[in-house]
């Protein structure tokens, strides 16, 4: 397996604009995690699945978020509008149980200018 | 809240054992202590993880204090490619399952 996917691997964006960000987990992980990283706030767990379905998005910080996974091989994490502010870099993971290690992806390194 | 605590930064020299702490004092009796890491521009990787046994995987070695408070993750032979940040992380066995990153160990590996 090639591991977690993740696209694009960067991303630059005028504020207001939409970001669609996309992940492809590990085939026959139950789990898919969303996780954004910056220099102030370290690495933050946005929203995770458990097949499919999204069970605690409390850590998206405000509407403009949103994630989706319609199938069990492709995730999506939207912006809209984006903000200089959402300028990190997210990371998709999946694991295979609730308990098992989790494998991330090279992440996505979006900057909004 | 992480709830573990670290130190911020750790140096060692290339092929020396390094012994990474962690402090978890309020660990619950169903709580997992799991090790990440991450390497310059990449996602963390996974270590090794543990609940009250001692652990050994193919990268390191993981000892759990007998009360659980704290625990130490074990680089037996460092090398230059062991220059990440440890992530010394309190997983709860309970139904929320979440992996709370703080802020780790900085571990520099002088050639």
């Known amino acids: 397996d090639a591991g977690v996917i993740q696209s694009p691997r960067h991303e630059v964006t005028e504020m207001g604009q939409e970001v669609t960000l996309r992940c492809k987990p590990i085939s026959g992980h139950d789990y898919l995690f969303w996780y954004r990283q910056t220099m102030m706030r370290g690495l933050e767990l946005l929203i995770y699945f458990n097949n499919n379905v999204p069970i605690d998005d409390s850590g998206m910080p405000e509407d403009r978020f949103s994630a989706k996974m319609p199938n069990a091989s492709f995730s999506t994490l939207k912006i809209q509008p984006s903000e200089p502010r959402d300028s990190a870099v997210y990371f998709c993971?999946?694991?295979?149980?609730?308990?098992?290690?989790?494998?991330f992806g090279q992440g996505t390194r979006l900057t909004v200018v | 809240d992480a709830k573990t605590t670290q130190p911020n930064s750790m140096e060692s020299n290339e092929e020396e054992p390094v012994h990474l702490p962690c402090n978890h004092s309020?660990?619950?009796?169903?709580?997992?202590i799991h090790w990440y890491r991450q390497l310059p521009s990449q996602g963390p990787e996974y270590v090794i993880h543990g609940l009250t046994s001692n652990v050994n995987n193919r990268m390191a070695s993981l000892a759990i204090a007998e009360d659980r408070k704290s625990s130490t993750l074990i680089l037996h032979r460092a090398t230059l490619r062991d220059a990440a940040v440890y992530y010394c992380?309190?997983?709860?066995?309970?139904?929320?399952?979440?992996?709370?990153f703080g802020k780790g160990t900085l571990l520099t590996v002088n050639p």
């Open positions: 993971a999946s694991s295979l149980l609730r308990d098992s290690e989790a494998f």
């Open positions: 309020t660990i619950s009796g169903t709580d997992y």
């Open positions: 992380i309190r997983k709860s066995g309970g139904s929320n399952y979440k992996l709370t």
